[in-house]
């Protein structure tokens, strides 16, 4: 079994940066994908970022170099930068891994911008 944990939401103004963290937590597992996603109120989760391996980072296309993915093996972490924050960026943002051919979820962790 695997547990996410994610951090780093918060309130934050129009224009600013946020980082938001996400450990994978459990035993005897290798993950392959990791990727964040997030939900507006009222609209279907979207993927923002994923990474299939350590070497490949891809984006939903409304990040438009905002964002950067990142991942720590070493600690199970998987890491989102965001920048230039807008308020339609508000929603709740979710980390996602892929151990086997199981997919795990964070609980989530709330990102509001206000303008």
């Known amino acids: 079994q695997v547990q996410l944990v994610e951090s780093g939401g918060a309130l934050v103004q129009a224009g600013g940066s946020l980082r938001l963290s996400c450990v994978a937590s459990?035993?005897?597992?290798?993950?392959?994908?990791m990727g964040w996603y997030r939900q507006a109120p009222g609209k279907q989760r979207e993927l923002v970022g994923w990474?299939?391996?350590?070497?490949?980072?891809n984006y939903g296309d409304f990040v438009k170099g905002r964002f950067t993915i990142s991942r720590n093996t070493s600690v199970n972490a998987v890491y989102l930068q965001m920048n230039s924050l807008k308020p339609e960026d508000t929603a709740v943002y979710y980390c996602?891994?892929?151990?086997?051919?199981?997919?795990?979820w964070g609980k989530g962790t709330l990102v509001t911008v206000s303008s």
């Open positions: 996602s891994v892929r151990v086997g051919r199981e997919d795990y």
């Open positions: 459990g035993s005897g597992f290798h993950i392959s994908y």
């Open positions: 990474m299939p391996n350590i070497d490949t980072k």
